[in-house]
T-cell receptor
Framework: KQEVTQIPAALSVPEGENLVLNCSFTDSAIYNLQWFRQDPGKGLTSLLLIQSSQREQTSGRLNASLDKSSGRSTLYIAASQPGDSATYLCAVSSTGFQKLVFGTGTRLLVSP | GAVVSQHPSRVICKSGTSVKIECRSLDFQATTMFWYRQFPKQSLMLMAT?????????EQGVEKDKFLINHASLTLSTLTVTSAHPEDSSFYIC???????????FGQGTRLTVV
């Protein structure tokens, strides 16, 4: 059974810092990995999707890497801003259908 | 990206009543949609897979008679929480993907409170 863990559970940083969020999964036979952002009481916003054959994806200040063999992914956020404050979730899919197993999440707070 | 709309965003109901939540794919057809549940300060857990034109597939531990799923068209799936109890209070959220696209898009979620 696939299990997804995220470290740290919570993170508080001053504005402008670069930061790294970690995600690990127990079964390396994944189809893809997706990073999401969730604001309090809201739905999920897709940030980055990495296919199993890819090593990384970039979008603006965000960069996600994937090391499938070791069961790890990282989300790098450059020059953090208060608007980045949210919970970040990683999720893996083991099939072509988007049946996702979610991580425990990292609650990020960026202070002005 | 594709747009998935979920309604209502919030609902409060009395114990013993039923509540219907709708999930629509607005600009694409989805033969498969997924329903997740999120308890406070926990991550999302898959409840069931909604299949257009056939029965839903439920995850282990999810009562299919309590959480009725209907996927009557290629753009609409509904989740009905029957005989709701306070322990059913949770955040319910659906997802769908475009055909030939592996990226999942989520609705806005529904906050259900059973009093």
């Amino acid at each position: 059974k696939q299990e997804v863990t995220q470290i740290p559970a919570a993170l508080s940083v001053p504005e402008g810092e670069n930061l790294v969020l970690n995600c690990s999964f127990t079964d390396s036979a994944i189809y893809n990995l997706q990073w999401f952002r969730q604001d309090p009481g809201k739905g999920l916003t897709s940030l980055l999707l990495i296919q199993s054959s890819q090593r990384e994806q970039t979008s603006g200040r965000l960069n996600a890497s994937l090391d499938k063999s070791s069961g790890r992914s990282t989300l790098y956020i450059a020059a953090s801003q208060p608007g980045d404050s949210a919970t970040y979730l990683c999720a893996v899919s083991s099939t072509g259908f988007q049946k996702l197993v979610f991580g425990t999440g990292t609650r990020l707070l960026v202070s002005p | 990206g594709a747009v998935v709309s979920q309604h209502p965003s919030r609902v409060i109901c009395k114990s013993g009543t039923s509540v219907k939540i709708e999930c629509r794919s607005l600009d694409f057809q989805a033969t498969t949609m997924f329903w997740y549940r999120q308890f406070p300060k926990q991550s999302l857990m898959l409840m069931a897979t909604s299949n257009e034109g056939s029965k839903a597939t439920y995850e282990q531990g999810v009562e299919k008679d309590k959480f009725l799923i209907n996927h009557a068209s290629l753009t609409l799936s509904t989740l009905t929480v029957t005989s709701a109890h306070p322990e059913d209070s949770s955040f319910y959220i659906c997802s769908a993907s475009e055909p030939m696209n592996t990226e999942a898009f989520f609705g806005q979620g529904t906050r259900l409170t059973v009093v």
